[in-house]
Every structure is written in structure tokens, then in C-alpha cells.
């Protein structure tokens, strides 16, 4: 069973929806919440309200927003919603808009959804279940798609322990979003896959963090990756700060690590 089907179905789906701007795209996709119970309105209100504090971080691949919030008590139980858009919208990122597809997140806390995290990360890194999620013609053929077999990712191995540029490391690499609990997993899924395929996760832990978080605990780290609004909320934290476009890549991700760590 799917991670991901487990906190999604098929009336939590709509496809082709109309949908002048990114709020009103956010909108429908909390409304599916709202729908069945998982959300209330103000949950959806907090989502916009995300966007409009932090940017248009959640947008973390190529035609792909994650709306989520922080846990309240306007979310009664954990659960996903799924739009697909009939006409792309604009979030403001410079390099992947528009978007296309929306998927929305209420969560009661900050672990439950782990796992579906990381199966939605390689889901949207693998170009042929992403180009089948754009042509489903249902929800349950959507879900179906969802569910199938991940094409194993390719990452070039490196047949050495971790060093940054001849200095100590501290084993440590901190990804961050506005909250801690959505695109920061992204993030995190995804860099995992690349340090597993160089054989360094033995040697390195990956922490996914808030930006309020990440300024205490950046002296202990290697490096961040984050996103470019992020990375600019953060400012001068003491360690480089890695902005990664497309969360979902690991070819962006390899190359970013190759920069920090002496490889």
C-alpha cells in the first residue's frame, strides 16, 4: 500500500479544475479538504496566508505546488487533497512556473506523513509517472499512477567519506522551509537518494527544519539547501546556503553537493 493513497482517495481528486490565480488554486484544494472533514476554512486560509509571508517556495519542481501550513487545531486529521489544473497559474516562482498540478497537505503534527513525503519526492522526480499524472483521465486512474513502481533514480557514486574542502565535518546537512514539516521533506527525500547512492549515509545526517530552527542549529552544520526565498529570509547564517530549484532533482542536488564537499 502507498503511502501517499493512504492519506489520499479519490474524493479528495479533481482534475481539469478552473482557476484564475494561484489563491484561487490553493482555495479549491483546501476546499477538498474542507469537503471531507480533514480541514476547516481556516486551515486553507493559512495555506495562502504561507505563500504570502514566505514566497512561492511550495512550488518545488517544474509545474508542481505543495500548499501546506503549519499543525492546528483547524486540521482534524491528516490527509491530502489533489488538483490538476486545466489552465497553468503563476505563483511567482522564476523557474518553475506555471503550475499545473496542486497538491495540499493538513497535518495534526510533523512525522506522521514522512513516509508519503518521500514517496511523492520520487514520484515527481520520475519523468514517466510525472507525464502520466498530467494525462489520467480519473481520479482512480490518477491513483493507479500514484501507486505504480518508481523507476530506481541514477546518481554517479562516490567512493569516498565526506569533506568539506579540507576542513572538519560536522555530519550535517539542514534542509529548510517556512515550517519545517512539507517542502523541507521534499528536500531532505531527495538528498537522501543522492547520499545513499554515494555511499555516504553513514557518514552524514540530513535534518529537516523551519527557518527560525535552522538560525540556531546552522553553526552545527555543514551546509543548508533550501529554496531561493528561504535561503533569503535566513540571510548570513555562518555556513553556506545551497538554493535548490527543483526539489525533486538529484542531479541539481549531486551538483550542489559537489560544490560544498570536497569531491
Not at 497538491?103 to 509517472?129: F, I, Q, S, Y
Not at 554517479?156 to 550535517?172: A, M, Q, Y
Request: charged letters at 20%; hydrophobic letters at 45%.
Amino acid at each position: 500500500m502507498s503511502a501517499i493513497t493512504d492519506l489520499l482517495d479519490a474524493s479528495r481528486i479533481a482534475l481539469d479544475v478552473d482557476a484564475p490565480d494561484w489563491q484561487s488554486a490553493i482555495r479549491a484544494a483546501g476546499a477538498l479538504l474542507e469537503h471531507d472533514g480533514v480541514a476547516e476554512q481556516a486551515y486553507t486560509d493559512s495555506m495562502i496566508e504561507n505563500v504570502e509571508t514566505n514566497g512561492p517556495y511550495i512550488v518545488v519542481a517544474p509545474g508542481f505546488a505543495f500548499a501546506h501550513a503549519r499543525p492546528s487545531e483547524a486540521v482534524r486529521r491528516t490527509g491530502m487533497s489533489w488538483i490538476r489544473l486545466a489552465s497553468p497559474v503563476a505563483f511567482g516562482h522564476k523557474s518553475n512556473d506555471p503550475v499545473t498540478l496542486v497538491v495540499a497537505l493538513a497535518a495534526t503534527d510533523t512525522g506522521a506523513h514522512n513516509k508519503a513525503m518521500a514517496e511523492l519526492a520520487k514520484l515527481l522526480g520520475d519523468k514517466t509517472r510525472r507525464a502520466k499524472l498530467d494525462t489520467a483521465a480519473t481520479p482512480e486512474e490518477l491513483l493507479q499512477v500514484i501507486a505504480g513502481e518508481p523507476e530506481p533514480a541514477t546518481v554517479p557514486v562516490v567512493p569516498t567519506e565526506p569533506d568539506v574542502g579540507g576542513r572538519r565535518t560536522n555530519n550535517l546537512i539542514l534542509t529548510v522551509c517556512g515550517n519545517g514539516l512539507g517542502t523541507s521533506l521534499f528536500l531532505k527525500n531527495t538528498l537522501e537518494q543522492v547520499l545513499t547512492a554515494w555511499g555516504w549515509s553513514p557518514f552524514l545526517t540530513v535534518e529537516a527544519t523551519d527557518t527560525i530552527s535552522a538560525k540556531g542549529k546552522a553553526k552545527d552544520a555543514d551546509l543548508i539547501l533550501t529554496s531561493g526565498e528561504i535561503a533569503r529570509t535566513l540571510g548570513d547564517v555562518g555556513v553556506p546556503v545551497r538554493v535548490i530549484e527543483n526539489f525533486t532533482s538529484t542531479a541539481e542536488i549531486d551538483a550542489a553537493l559537489r560544490e560544498s564537499y570536497d569531491v
